[in-house]
Antibody, heavy 119, light 112 residues
Framework: QVQLVESGGGVVQPGRSLRLSCAAS????????MHWVRQAPGKGLEWVAV????????YYADSVKGRFTVTKDSSKNTLYLEMNSLRAEDTAVYYC????????????WGQGTLVTVSS | DIVMTQTPLSSPVTLGQPASISCRSS???????????LSWFHQRPGQPPRLLIY???NRFSGVADRFSGSGAGTDFTLKIRRVEAEDVGVYYC?????????FGQGTKVEIK
C-alpha cells in the first residue's frame, strides 16, 4: 500500500534552514508528481509546492517562493523540501502528498512532520 | 489566485441526520480539458487529511457511499446522507484547476 513518511522537522531559529524528507513506498515513485501542504497549529490547510513526476516543472506558493525548494530523488524514492530563511509564520505541520492519476489530486497523505520556527 | 469560500464554518449535526457543506470558488473551476477540478477532504482530530471526493462527484477508493458531491462552475456541495460518529472533524474543499492550489477555510462538523 502507498506509504509516505516525512522526517526532518524540529525547532529552528528564524533565518535558519531546514530540510524535510519524505520517504515513499508502495508505488512507482518516478511516475507521480508530489506536493507539500502545510498546516499551522489550529489553522487550515495551505498548499506549499508541487514537483512533476520527472521534476521537469515545479510551482510554489507565493509565501515560500524564493525561500523553499522542492526536489525528488527517484533513485531513493524520496521527496525533499529545502527551507531557507525560515520565519515564525512557517511554523506548521508539513505533509507530503501524492498527486494522483487522472485528476485524482492529493490522493495519499503522509502523517506530517512539525516545523517550529522560534528563537 | 482562486479564492475558495466554505459555508458554514461550523455544523453541529445529529447522528443519523444529513449534513451539507457548501463551497464557492471566485472563478469557474471548469478546465479547458472539460473537467472541473474540485475536491473534498476530511480531517479527523490529530490525523492528516484524507481525500473523499475528486472532480466534483467522484468518490475516492474506500470512501463510504453516504458521502456525495455535486455542483458545477463555481458552486459545489458536499453531502453526508446520514452522519456517523466517525464523520466528525473538519472538511475542506480545494480547487485543482490551477496553481497555486487553494483550500477553503474548513468546516467543522461536530455531533450535537
Amino acid at each position: 500500500q502507498v506509504q509516505l513518511v516525512e522526517s526532518g522537522g524540529g525547532v529552528v531559529q528564524p533565518g535558519r534552514s531546514l530540510r524535510l524528507s519524505c520517504a515513499a513506498s508502495g508505488f512507482t515513485f518516478s511516475s507521480y508528481g508530489m506536493h507539500w501542504v502545510r498546516q499551522a497549529p489550529g489553522k487550515g490547510l495551505e498548499w506549499v509546492a508541487v514537483i512533476w513526476n520527472d521534476a521537469s516543472q515545479k510551482y510554489y506558493a507565493d509565501s515560500v517562493k524564493g525561500r523553499f525548494t522542492v526536489t525528488k530523488d527517484s533513485s531513493k524514492n524520496t521527496l525533499y523540501l529545502e527551507m531557507n530563511s525560515l520565519r515564525a509564520e512557517d511554523t506548521a505541520v508539513y505533509y507530503c502528498v501524492r498527486w494522483g492519476e487522472s485528476g485524482v489530486t492529493l490522493d495519499h497523505w503522509g502523517q506530517g512532520t512539525l516545523v517550529t520556527v522560534s528563537s | 489566485d482562486i479564492v475558495m469560500t466554505q459555508t458554514p464554518l461550523s455544523s453541529p449535526v445529529t447522528l443519523g441526520q444529513p449534513a451539507s457543506i457548501s463551497c464557492r470558488s471566485s472563478q469557474s473551476l471548469l478546465h479547458s480539458d472539460g473537467n472541473t477540478y474540485l475536491s473534498w477532504f476530511h480531517q479527523r482530530p490529530g490525523q492528516p487529511p484524507r481525500l473523499l471526493i475528486y472532480k466534483i462527484s467522484n468518490r475516492f477508493s474506500g470512501v463510504a457511499d453516504r458521502f456525495s458531491g455535486s455542483g458545477a462552475g463555481t458552486d459545489f456541495t458536499l453531502k453526508i446522507r446520514r452522519v456517523e460518529a466517525e464523520d466528525v472533524g473538519v472538511y475542506y474543499c480545494m480547487q485543482a484547476k490551477e496553481f497555486p492550489r487553494t483550500f477553503g477555510q474548513g468546516t467543522k462538523v461536530e455531533i450535537k
